[in-house]
C-alpha cells in the first residue's frame, strides 16, 4: 500500500489538471489538461487553508476539482480485473463508492503538500478521432529530476475522464490490481469491500497531511 500512495502523491498532480465543470466540446484533452492545471495547482499552493491541512477545505476542492473528471468506475472495474465480472450490480457499486472514497482521501493528503511542483507536457501523439489517448508529462520538482509521468484518457458521454495514471514506468490500475486480488483471493469481493471500508474509516480520523505517506 505505501507505494501506491507515493504514486498518488505524485499522481495527484495530474489528476486534478482535468478540473473544469464547462470545457468546450471540441477542445483537445492535451488543450484541456495544460489551460486548467495551473488553476487547481496554484489554488493548492495559494490556499492557507490547504497548506495546513483543513480536511474539509481539501476535500471539497477534491470533489469539485478533481474527481468529476476521473472515471472512479472504470478504474474501479480494471483494478478488480476478471473478478468484476463476478460481482453482483450491488457489490460493484458497493466496490466503487469505497475505492472513490479511498481516492478522495489520497488525493486530498497529497493536495494538501503541493509546493513547488509545475507540469511540463510533451507534445501528444494521437489522431483527432481517437476516443482513448494518452497524455505525457512530467513533474518538475524544487529538488531532484523531473518526474515523467503519462495518463490514459476517454472521451466519454460526459467529456474526457482520466481514468488510469502511470508514474515512473508503473500504472496505478496495475498496482491496485495486485492488492485487490489479494484480498479477494482472502475474503472475495466483499472481503476487499470489508478492508476499503475499515481503511476509508481509519484515514476519516488522520490527518491529511499523513494520509498519502
Do not use: C, H
Not at 109 to 130: C, H, V, Y
Not at 178 to 199: N, P, R
Amino acid at each position: 500500500m505505501k507505494l501506491i500512495k507515493q504514486l498518488i502523491a505524485v499522481a495527484t498532480v495530474a489528476l486534478a489538471v482535468n478540473a473544469q465543470a464547462a470545457a468546450p466540446a471540441n477542445e483537445a484533452p492535451d488543450v484541456l489538461v495544460k489551460r486548467i492545471s495551473q488553476e487547481v495547482i496554484e489554488t493548492a499552493k495559494s490556499d492557507k487553508a490547504i497548506q495546513s491541512g483543513d480536511q474539509k477545505k481539501v476535500l471539497d476542492l477534491v470533489e469539485s476539482k478533481i474527481l468529476p473528471y476521473v472515471d472512479s468506475q472504470r478504474m474501479t472495474a480494471l483494478a478488480a480485473g476478471r473478478f468484476w465480472r463476478d460481482a453482483t450490480p450491488e457489490q460493484q457499486k458497493l466496490l466503487s463508492e469505497q475505492f472513490r472514497t479511498l481516492l478522495i482521501f489520497t488525493y486530498s493528503g497529497a493536495l494538501s503538500q503541493i509546493k513547488n511542483e509545475t507540469i511540463e507536457f510533451k507534445p501528444m501523439r494521437s489522431d483527432p478521432t481517437d476516443n482513448e489517448v494518452e497524455v505525457r508529462s512530467q513533474v518538475n520538482v524544487a529538488r531532484g529530476e523531473p518526474i515523467p509521468l503519462n495518463y490514459r484518457v476517454a472521451k466519454t458521454p460526459a467529456g474526457w475522464k482520466i481514468y488510469d495514471i502511470n508514474v515512473l514506468g508503473a500504472w496505478l490500475v496495475e498496482t491496485y490490481k495486485g492488492t485487490f486480488a489479494s484480498e479477494i483471493g482472502k475474503g472475495g469481493i466483499d472481503g476487499l469491500i470489508k478492508t476499503l471500508t475499515e481503511k476509508n474509516k481509519s484515514l476519516a480520523n488522520k490527518p491529511l497531511k499523513t494520509v498519502s505517506k
